[in-house]
Nanobody
Framework: QVQLAESGGGAVQTGGSLRLSCKAS????????MGWFRQAPGKEREGVAV???????EYADFVKGRFTISKDNVDNILYLQLRDLNDEDTAVYYC???????????????????WGQGTQVTVSS
């Protein structure tokens, strides 16, 4: 099973930026999907962005062009660049991986086989 460890969260002001990193023990076997979810206090966990092994990407509607998901295939790192943050983006952000040989369909969420421990992002005005 893939092991995931996030880093890069923190506290920023409205309009600020952060880059989240997720170091994976390995990427799942192709085809696969990986992505980021988030969970705000009192709310359900929701999908933020998905990156598939074929390079295709999808984002939740609330992203509105502010976030970018990418990966480093050499060091097995998944990134999420956050820009123009607002207080509604305050949440714990989780890195996630789908199962080996599992290609996820459309949308910004997918069946998760492995979760990271989460990293806190706090946005204040």
């Amino acid at each position: 099973q893939v092991q995931l460890a996030e880093s890069g969260g923190g506290a920023v002001q409205t309009g600020g930026s952060l880059r989240l990193s997720c170091k994976a023990s390995r990427f799942p076997y192709v085809p696969y999907c990986m992505g980021w979810f988030r969970q705000a206090p009192g709310k359900e966990r929701e999908g933020v962005a998905v990156l598939r092994s074929d390079g295709s990407k999808e984002y939740a509607d609330f992203v509105k062009g502010r976030f970018t998901i990418s990966k480093d295939n050499v060091d097995n790192i998944l990134y999420l660049q956050l820009r123009d943050l607002n207080d509604e983006d305050t949440a714990v952000y989780y890195c996630a991986a789908g199962g080996d040989w599992h290609y996820c369909g459309g949308g910004s969420s997918f069946p998760v086989a492995s979760w990271g421990q989460g990293t806190q992002v706090t946005v204040s005005s």
